[in-house]
């Protein structure tokens, strides 16, 4: 601005000559030496350029301040966090395979049905061991039968050893001929591994059924759910069995608080990581297995922390860190400070200070890139 204002009364000086060229040209006005015009043509000249200095004084920029906002720093807790992405798992995810091969003669539940640990949920043809074991039971109770009079007839000293001996062995034979039966038998009962609930059910009923890869459904509880992922070795001091963990499922929008349950006893030379599980309540439901959690872990925390918005730590050309502090602070101006700092971690936005600025010391938030040392502040 103050090169245009020189720029415009250049012009009207230019101008007014112009007008006087044709009375009293200075050029004539020299030759002829004409003092007395001359003194009165240079205080006409003088009397323009006050006035110009005038304006600019009062029109110019105030080039030495600015306008900024500050904070206080307080000492505050700080954490800093490992983020890390897993995905959501749970123990209890299976597929229900049937353990014995025959038709499907029962089925009795259906997707999205809750079931109880032990309930039956259907039943394979048992291909006639049912009628096997109602012999094998007569057998054994004949047996037995036999070996209590026999027994009664030893205790009398009646009979041979020899008689007492083979009516125990068979006895003993046809009742683990019955339980072989009934746990064969009990194979045939299909029963849920777990309270939880039915997925999905790949079979119906009547079809003839075996172990396979798909089974005969799926069976899910959402009650024990846990976020798996990987770490990298450096982390390995850092994490125990009992750190509370922030878990944000991307797909819900929402954030839940989890432990670390188990932390891996073995490095992977591939990548150099090991595992960890960390435990999430799911009182809603609605975490669900292989859903990807994106996982902040508290790996380093001060108590008494000061810290500062991230964007206004700079760095000068020296390499030194630098925060621009207020000086003389009267509540509306202060004065700009150069203050170098050293910078410890820094988390979500804000940096850890380790020295250079104490609590309650006034910084510069807003407008660092257009202030300098010794710079008048108004805030």
């Given at each position: 601005m103050k090169n245009i204002l020189y720029i415009t009364a250049f012009s009207l000086v230019l101008?007014?000559?112009?007008?006087?060229?044709?009375?009293?040209?200075?050029?004539?006005?020299?030759?002829?030496?004409?003092?007395?015009?001359?003194?009165?043509?240079k205080t006409a000249l003088q009397s323009d350029i006050t006035k110009i200095e005038e304006a600019l004084a009062t029109l110019d920029v105030k080039k030495d301040e600015a306008l900024v906002s500050i904070m206080t720093v307080k000492d505050t807790v700080f954490n800093h966090y490992l983020d890390i992405q897993g995905s959501v798992d749970t123990k209890e995810n299976i597929l229900v395979q049937p353990e014995f091969s025959g038709t499907l003669t029962s089925l009795t539940v259906k997707a999205g049905d809750r079931v109880a640990k032990g309930q039956v949920l259907g039943r394979v043809d048992d291909g006639g061991m049912s009628q096997q074991l109602a012999n094998a039971e007569n057998q054994y109770a004949l047996a037995k039968t036999t070996f209590e009079r026999q027994k009664n007839l030893w205790d009398k000293k009646i009979g041979s050893e020899i008689q007492y001996l083979q009516a125990q062995t068979q006895m003993v034979s046809a009742q683990k001929g019955v339980a072989q039966i009934k746990a064969q038998l009990a194979k045939t009962v299909i029963k849920a591994p777990f309270t939880g609930t039915i997925d999905e059910v790949f079979v119906e009923k009547g079809q003839v059924v075996a172990p396979s890869p798909q089974g005969l459904m799926r069976i899910v509880n959402l009650g024990n759910m846990y976020v798996s992922t990987t770490i990298p070795e450096t982390y390995i001091g850092k994490l125990k069995v009992g750190t509370v963990v922030d878990v944000y499922l991307t797909s819900l929008g929402k954030t839940y608080k989890g432990k670390v349950r188990q932390v891996g006893n073995f490095i992977n030379p591939n990548n150099r990581s090991f595992g960890i599980e960390v435990a999430v309540p799911n009182p809603d439901n609605m975490l669900r297995p292989n859903q990807v959690a994106k996982l902040k872990i508290i790996d380093y925390t001060n108590k008494n922390a000061i810290v500062v918005p991230t964007n206004v730590v700079q760095e000068d050309g020296e390499g030194n860190k630098f925060i621009f502090t207020v000086d003389g602070s009267n509540g509306k101006t202060g004065t700009a400070k150069k203050t170098i700092v050293k910078a410890g971690k820094s988390s979500d936005n804000v940096t850890e200070i380790l020295s250079g600025i104490s609590a309650n010391e006034i910084i510069v938030t807003e407008g660092v890139n257009s202030i300098s040392e010794g710079m008048k502040l108004n805030f």
């Open positions: 101008l007014s000559c112009s007008n006087v060229k044709k009375q009293d040209n200075i050029d004539d006005l020299i030759s002829a030496k004409n003092v007395k015009a001359l003194q009165e043509k």
